[in-house]
């Protein structure tokens, strides 16, 4: 025994090991998550608040109302989070982004009376009252027509929100333009006619031309070029018949685009309208 005394003694080291857990463990994965959902949310709310109407963005507040309201709002908690919608018309002006329809700022609402002042109602009887003028010198409602009785069946008048429309249309056997759509006689006389009897008011006037639609079988579809020439033609005809040229406010084609007759072949679809448009 004494001979292994002088032996030095085995120690044996054990070392633990212990596993890294990654980068500082996995607790940036959890919070990596919940930014994802975060940003999912956001983006959801986002498309909501554009593809919904403000009804239905009420009902979702609503869904989401406390059983014991803190507010009065629909939500529980106070500002544009608390159940209202961000464009709600009474939210708007509140929150200073702007103003709406229902609650105009000043400025904005001083500009838009302006430029859309509507006209009262004696303006409006007045200018009623200017075309029914118009319209009884041309039928002769009120005495001695200023047109002949063949001429007066091609003349339609009406009313509508842009103004007094005459309507001047074509039969099969008296027609407004000829082959090389220059002016007849018929035409030339209704144009007399009408500029005489444009002199009772002082309103703008437009001249529209329409055409009766061409056979397919043609190469080339004439509608456009004609109808340009017979409101070309029929502006010069007032014109030069002594109207006022400044009065002629515009000159439409419309080709064969907007027929009056179900036969859109049909010759009832070549005319002119002339619109005494309303003052604004």
Known sequence: MSGDSGVAPIIIKRKKVVAGDGHHGGAWKVAYADF???????????WLLNATTEKQRKG????FTPTIAMTRVSGGGDGPLGGESVFAENTLPRMGTGSTSLNPQNTNLNTEVAQYKQPTDEEDNAEMESFEKVEDALMGRGGESMVADEALEHIVTRVTDEGLVVELFETREARLFDDDNMPTPLLRELARVLISASVVVTNPIAV???TAAYPLVLARDPSWDVSNERATAFRHLLTDGGMNAKRVQRVTAHADREPAHDNVMDVRNNRLEIVFLRNL
């Open 36 to 46: 994802v959902t975060a940003m999912m949310a956001f983006f959801l709310l986002m």
């Open 60 to 63: 979702i507040a609503d869904y």
């Open 208 to 210: 529209e031309a329409h």
